[in-house]
């Protein structure tokens, strides 16, 4: 741990992640249920390495995907356009897998 003395913070986490949970009915469900969970930063939800969202450990969990800047406490900022297509691409292609379509049938190469 590292304590710094400063003038000024200037905290750029955004407008309500931390209450993305209880934004909207979906979500207020999913996380009611336990499906879905607030990151400890309070930037969006918690997800792991493959953008899937982390369960309360009492609940089995489902393959809920999380795609954007909801997932940003796992892989850094995503609110431009370039992180937010790059991550979003990702996410697609672990949906195919999950769903075991294989990515050349769904997307053929040009």
């Not at 710094?4 to 934004?23: C, E, K, N, W």
């Not at 999913?30 to 792991?48: F, K, S, Y």
């Amino acid at each position: 741990m590292q304590t710094l003395s400063v003038d000024h913070l200037i905290l750029t986490t955004g407008p309500a992640h931390r209450a993305l949970t209880d934004s909207q009915p979906f979500l207020q469900d999913l996380a009611r249920r336990g499906l879905i969970r607030a990151d400890a930063l309070g930037m969006g939800l918690e997800v792991d390495s493959r953008s899937r969202a982390v369960a309360e450990p009492h609940v089995e969990a489902l393959p809920v995907l999380v795609a954007g800047p909801a997932a940003r406490g796992r892989f850094g900022e995503l609110m431009g356009l370039p992180q937010v297509a790059d991550h979003a691409a990702d996410v697609a292609a672990q949906a195919l897998l999950t769903l075991g379509i294989p990515q050349d049938s769904r997307c053929p190469a040009y």
